[in-house]
């Protein structure tokens, strides 16, 4: 899918703000509260995109290359 | 798919694939001609084929022709078996075929006895649901042959979200017998969303879309999540009270007592198999004219007693006498959105299927159930709408011309469960932007029930450059009602309500009750997101004034994430990863 724009500004940096490499980890996602196991329809152009990189266990940037 | 028999298919280079859809009521086959689906249209013109075989001096019609027969030679007409394909006949519900050739237990499947030989010395003979099927597929494959001018081998099929294992396998062997390959079964109402995200000026987008097929017999809805041209059915219902014959038999009342108004001595027409076989055949005709004029004929010759019977009908007047029908369509739709959990403001589109969605009283009514900004693609309310009786197959063809140069176990591989059952997130996960007020708000960037692997990517401007922070955070709806200003002051409303009420004269319900009415008339219901836990900040340094930032999420299958952003154009950016969930 192309880039969505959005048009609301991002925040400004606060003052003080350091990070190694300038990113943060401070959460992750969860299987137990934020995620549940559903069935995709294995129909469309995208799903045998999806189904190719998973039987070659490609990754979305080796797909794109 | 389940084996098709000792048969290897065809091989991919020698396949001609189609796409089918096969109702109870009627069927459809379609094809891919430079990228576009086309329905194609019988030897008789028919693009909605009736599902119908029959049988007449030994001589096999089938569609309109068999459907015709359903007047002079029901005995030996078989309608509506569909749904009884691979089940027993305890489990089957047989209403729909009081008025062509009964279905009989036949161990454990269902069998019709029809003279289907010519001669009586031959005696009739009792072929069970496959074979009819069979029998049936192959004359549909044979007109697609015709129409192409080459033999079809292959087709992807359409069936019903609650089609069993059971019933998916006994329609593959029934084609297998027609010497048609089953490429793939897919869902109904899958191919319905398909077919316009198939257009070629179709657009992906993330959004959840409600598909409303009403058939004859039955109406299925679905609510699904459709996730960057990948698409999760979330629930679904089905119904057989509110659909196409329902409708039929409203009509059926209707001028059957209006016949019996004006030939006060005649028989009621309703009791007689024939002449209720020409009132429904007319009733259908006419329900369908009402979806395109406003007034429609209805006219039978010899209805009864050798009456002949015209009258006609206008569209309001339809829509008075069907509307128990028609609102047990939209308590249907409504049933399914709050299955899957989510509120009419969750729904992007609603998608209409099925030969009954012609009717432009069932798109105005879906209308007001939904709020102004859900699309209702429907003839009378989307120009751009595709015919709800075509959508399907459409879909169909498109699947087949994606995996028609496949081998069969690759095919069989990718439809695996390994490769469909996959975690789908159930926060949606975006950023933090700051709106015109100067509050922080989310923005979604991967929408909840997205299944994973998945990456999007979005350009957030900032305006004023600088340093700017990209906080990446889960985020969920809520709905948020807003109870109108009370537009006088209390005590002074009460008095109004108690003139009302005073004007009305016998109206004696509560008051509180009233109150609570006129309240949810006004009250306003918007879906608001909640910014929740923060997941990540990423710092993007010296963006040039009236810049845009790319922020790009990935979420693995193991649910670990990577961001990465960095300013449009710019050089470098940041890039990191969250770990895992834990195993
Ligand atoms: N233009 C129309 N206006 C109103 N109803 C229509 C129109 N065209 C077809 N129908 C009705 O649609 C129904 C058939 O729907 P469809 O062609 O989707 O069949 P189906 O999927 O085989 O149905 P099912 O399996 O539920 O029996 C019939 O009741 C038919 O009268
Ligand atoms: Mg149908």
Same mark, same amino acid.
């Given at each position: 899918m192309e880039a969505t724009v959005i048009p609301l500004p991002l925040p400004v940096l606060?003052?003080?703000?350091?990070?190694e490499n300038n990113f943060k980890a401070i959460g992750k996602i969860t299987q137990e509260s934020a995620a549940t196991q559903r069935t995709l329809e294995p129909v469309g152009p995208y799903f045998l995109a999806h189904a190719r990189r998973a039987r070659h266990k490609r990754t979305f940037s080796e797909d794109d290359r | 798919m389940s084996d098709t028999g000792s048969k290897p298919g065809p091989e991919p280079s020698e396949r001609t694939a189609i796409g089918i859809t096969f109702g109870n009521s009627n069927s459809s086959i379609a094809y891919v001609v430079d990228d576009k689906a086309e329905v194609i249209a019988n030897e008789d013109g028919?693009?909605?084929?009736?599902?119908i075989l029959s049988y007449v001096d030994g001589d096999e019609y089938y569609g309109q022709q068999a459907k015709n027969?359903?007047?002079?030679n029901p005995k030996n007409t078989v309608a509506y078996?569909?749904?009884? #394909?691979?089940?027993e006949f305890k489990s089957?519900?047989?209403?729909?075929n009081h008025a062509s050739a009964h279905p009989e237990e036949a161990g454990e499947t269902v069998s019709f006895t029809v003279?289907?030989?010519?001669?009586?010395?031959e005696g009739p003979s009792t072929l069970n649901v496959s074979e009819v099927a069979t029998r049936y597929l192959r004359r549909l494959v044979g007109s697609a042959s015709d129409y192409l001018g080459k033999k079809v081998t292959s087709a992807v099929v359409t069936v019903p979200t609650d089609f069993t294992d059971k019933q998916k396998a006994a329609l593959v062997a029934a084609a297998a017998a027609a010497d /048609?390959?089953? #490429?793939q079964l897919i869902s109904e109402p899958v191919a319905a969303v398909l077919a316009y995200d198939g257009r070629p000026e179709g657009k992906i987008e993330d959004k959840v879309i409600v598909v409303a097929d009403l058939g004859g017999t039955r109406s299925d809805v679905a609510v699904v999540a459709s996730r960057g041209g990948m698409y999760t059915v979330l629930a679904t219902v089905h119904d057989y009270e509110f659909a196409g014959v329902a409708l039929d038999k409203v009509l059926i009342d209707h001028f059957a007592k209006e016949f019996l108004k004006k030939n006060?001595?005649?028989?009621?027409?309703?009791?007689n198999a024939r002449s209720l076989a020409k009132l429904r055949l007319e009733s259908e005709s006419t329900k369908r004219a009402l979806s395109l004029g406003n007034n429609a004929s209805f006219s039978v010759e010899s /209805?009864?007693?050798g009456i002949d019977f015209a009258s006609t009908i206008n569209r309001l007047r339809y829509e008075t006498i069907a509307r128990t029908v028609f609102e047990g369509i939209n308590r249907l739709v409504e049933s399914a959105v709050k299955k899957a959990g /989510?509120?009419? /403001?969750?729904?992007d589109e609603v998608i209409l299927s099925g030969?009954?969605?012609?009717?432009p009283r069932i798109a105005t009514n879906l209308g007001y159930l939904f709020?102004?900004?859900?699309?209702? #693609?429907a003839p009378s309310t989307e120009v751009?709408? #595709?015919n709800p009786s075509e959508a399907e197959a459409r879909g169909a063809a498109l699947q087949a011309s994606l995996i028609q140069d496949y081998e069969a176990e690759d095919i069989n591989q990718s439809t695996h469960a390994a490769v469909t059952t996959v975690p789908h997130v159930g926060n949606a996960i975006g950023v933090i932007s700051v709106n015109e007020a100067g509050e922080e708000v989310f923005v979604p960037i991967i929408p909840p029930e997205t299944a994973v692997p998945a990456r999007r990517t979005v350009h957030v401007s900032a305006?004023?450059?600088g340093d700017v922070l990209v906080k990446v955070v889960e985020g969920n709806t809520h709905i948020k009602v807003t109870q109108p200003?009370?537009?006088?002051?209390a005590p002074e409303s009460k008095a109004a309500k108690v003139e009302d009420a005073d004007e009305d004269?016998?109206?004696?319900?509560d008051f509180s009750d009233d109150d609570d009415e006129e309240e949810d008339e006004e009250e306003k219901r918007e879906k608001v997101w909640k910014i929740g836990a923060t997941l990540a900040e990423a710092g993007v340094k010296?963006?040039?004034?009236n810049g845009k930032v790319e922020v790009s999420i990935t979420v693995g299958s193991d649910l670990s994430v990577i961001v990465t952003a960095r300013?449009?154009?710019?050089k470098g950016g940041v890039r990191g990863t969250l770990a895992a969930a834990s195993a």
């Open positions: 606060p003052e003080g703000w350091e990070a | 028919d693009r909605q084929i009736p599902t027969f359903l007047v002079r078996f569909r749904d009884f #394909l691979g089940k089957i519900d047989p209403t729909h003279q289907d030989k010519a001669g009586e010395e /048609l390959e089953i #490429l006060s001595s005649a028989k009621d027409p309703r009791e /209805l009864s007693d /989510l509120d009419v /403001l969750d729904i030969g009954t969605s012609h009717t709020p102004q900004t859900t699309k209702i #693609l751009t709408a #595709l305006p004023s450059g200003e009370p537009k006088v002051k004269g016998d109206d004696d319900s010296g963006v040039k004034k300013e449009v154009g710019g």
